[in-house]
Each structure stands twice: as C-alpha cells, then as structure tokens.
C-alpha cells in the first residue's frame, strides 16, 4: 500500500473527533447514507456530513436482527447494527441522520431507527426515474431537505455559500477522475484497492482538504511506476456497493494477479465522472447530475439496458478482460440483473462471474471466496 493511501486513511478516521469537537462548538452534524442526500446542501447550510457506508464486518448484520428481517442486505442491516453495537462513532451524536429513501430494505431501517427515537430525515428518490413527476418530485425533494437544514442550523442556503461547495465538490470529482484515467494505461500507478479507499477518504475530510489531497495524489502518481505484473488480466468491479471496509474482494482479485482497474458501483464512491453545472438553480443542478446525468443505479426502471451502455463503455475504454459482479446476500433485484448481464456479456465473449457477499469473512468463507476468484483470474490470464 503507498504511503499516500496510509497518510488519507489516518486523516479521515480521525473525522469522528473533529466532528464531535465542532458539535461541542455548536455545529450542526448530518449523517447521510448516499450521494442522493448532497454533501453540497450540508455544508452550505453550515453543519457538516458524515457518511454512514460501512460494511465488511459479521456482527453488525446480525445485531438488528430482533427488529428486522433477516432477508435484507447486510449493508442496510449494518446502518443500525453499528450503532446498536455501539461502534458508530458519529450516531449517538448526530442532530440529523438523512436516508436516501431508494429501496424498502433502506425503508425498513430508516425506521427502525426513527422507532429508537434517533433524528431521522427521510429524502424521497422514485425509481422510475425517466418519468417527469418522478423528476419533479426528487427536485422538490431536495428543495423541501434545504429547507429543513436551514431550520437545523438557522443559517440561510445562499447561492453563494451552495455555488462555492459545488465548486469543491467539483475539484475533488475532477481530481479523482484525472486519476482514474491512468488507470486506462497498460499498467496503472495505483490499484483498485487503493483508488476505492481514496473515494472513501474524500467523504471523511473536508472537502477543500479532500480536494488538495486528490489533487497531491495525482502529482504523486501520473508519473509512477506501474503497481501490477505487465499483462495482468483487466478487471470491472461492479454491484450494488464496495462499502468502507469492505475490500475484501478487490484484495483477492489483486492479489490474484489481477490489475482491478474499474468500477461500476451504485453506493460508496463518489460520481466522479458527471459534474454539477455551477449555471441556473443550482439546487436542481445537484438533482439533475444525481437523478440524470450519471449512471442509474440497479433499482431505477427501467435502467438495466442504460447500465449495460455505460459497462460497454468501461469495457471498452479500459480493456476490461473481464467482470466481477460483487452482489450483497438478498440483493434479489441485483440478483435478476447479473442474470441478464451473464448473457449480454456471453454474447460479447466477456468472462462473468457473479460473487455474493453476507459479510461472513471467517476463515472458513475466505477459502472457498478465494478460491473461486483466483480460479476466475486465472482462467482469463
């Protein structure tokens, strides 16, 4: 691992501290689980975010377990369970815990966490997502949320303050995706492992310090030595979410003798390939880049045929040689479409190979998970 990613890693897990000192100083705290509830909006209302995405771990899924059912991603179990376990560092102090309302399994948690009297906000995002009320309503959405920080911190959303934080929000995608583009070279400077934990560092930072950081990566890199064996297999990740902590997949792979060099994932990066227009209602601007102009995530319908375009795209710009679908256990709906892309990508003579994941990671689990992927790397070298 490069020292960059180790310096990154001890900076953005000090996050929990700095918000805790800025809550004792008065600042409001926002926990969001998405890109659809913007960073944007809450730091230009004055409070500052935390993301909740992390996963990897056995005990979280299974803590909620007496409130929830067990056919539910762990991913969506592990949002309560880190906090019932008492492991999450921000919850018990967060003035505002704000839900991308996309699927009833983030529903069901929502409120079970809204039945254990925490401050839950709930932001509507409809899933059929090409029709225009759907549109309207997830504008209206996001103008109803600025709303309601601004009567969190009682300080007024400005287009100026707004304008300025998309600008940095801007930097930090402009900045990751000069560096996801020399992930397209035959043999990249920084691996996937590497470049998953960067995304993940950026939400935990401040984003002028976000920004000045991927920006000192890039320098450190655009002209470093290759990380892989020369003529490694090419390697998509995609799914529903690498969550943070959660790389277990993406190690085997690389370790393998893989060069993991793309993602293709609906939660725990950042779209750093779209910009927001800093031109017109700035608010809908935010709502257009999330709900249009990027890629539509799984639950959207009907999208599977859009998302096929844009894996297409990736396989071809970066010399895919093959894909690994990393789903989460009762993902049924991720489920039905790693059906069609095992046909699509067949008839492409594209290698597929579908993994799922409960966040069972004992020892007994990692013989068999390694085995099929290296097996999998193997087959295409």
């Not at 998405?34 to 005990?59: D, H, Q, S, T, W």
């Not at 009567?151 to 287009?159: A, I, N, P």
């Amino acid at each position: 691992m490069s020292n960059w990613i180790k310096e990154l890693t001890n900076v953005s897990r000090n996050r929990p501290t700095e918000l805790r000192e800025a809550k004792d100083g008065g600042v409001k705290i926002v926990e969001h689980t998405g890109n659809f509830v913007p960073e944007e909006l809450i730091y230009a209302a004055g409070a500052k975010p935390y993301l909740m995405c992390r996963g990897g771990e056995p005990e979280p899924p299974e803590s909620p377990l007496a409130y929830l059912l067990r056919f539910m991603n762990p991913l969506a179990r592990s949002l309560a369970g880190y906090n019932m376990l008492g492991l999450d560092p921000v919850t018990p102090f967060a003035d505002m815990i704000a839900f991308q309302e996309t699927d009833c399994q983030v529903g069901r948690v929502s409120e079970l966490m809204e039945y254990q009297k925490l401050p839950v906000y709930k932001l509507g995002v409809p899933s059929d997502w090409k029709k225009t009320l759907s549109q309207q309503y997830y504008y209206r959405a996001l103008e109803k949320f600025k709303t309601s920080l601004e009567e969190l911190t009682v300080e007024k959303v400005t287009d100026e303050k707004l304008l300025d934080q998309i600008k940095l929000s801007n930097r930090i995608n402009k900045g990751l995706e000069k560096i996801n583009e020399l992930r397209k070279g035959d043999n990249p400077p920084v691996t996937g492992y590497e470049f998953m934990r960067l995304n993940h560092c950026t939400f935990h930072m401040e984003p002028d310090k976000a920004a000045e950081s991927v920006e000192a990566v890039y320098a450190e890199v655009k002209n470093g030595q290759g990380r892989y064996v020369q003529g490694a297999p090419r390697i998509l990740i995609a799914g529903h979410a690498v969550a943070i902590g959660d790389y277990a997949v993406i190690r085997i792979a690389e370790d393998s003798g893989a060069m993991v060099v793309s993602e293709m994932m609906d939660e725990g990066i950042r779209p750093f390939k779209w910009q927001i227009s800093t031109e017109g209602n700035l608010v809908e601007n935010i709502g257009k880049r999330n709900y249009l102009t990027k890629f539509p995530p799984n639950i959207f319908q009907p999208a599977w045929k859009d998302r096929f375009e844009h894996m297409k795209k990736l396989i071809e710009e970066y010399r895919i040689d093959g894909v690994i679908w990393y789903q989460l256990a009762f993902d049924e709906i991720y489920d039905m479409e790693a059906a069609c892309l095992a046909k699509w990508l067949g008839e492409m003579d594209v290698p597929f190979m579908k993994m799922e994941s409960s966040y069972e990671y004992s020892r007994e689990s990692m013989g068999p998970l390694e085995t099929r992927i290296e097996s999998f790397i193997h087959s295409i070298k």
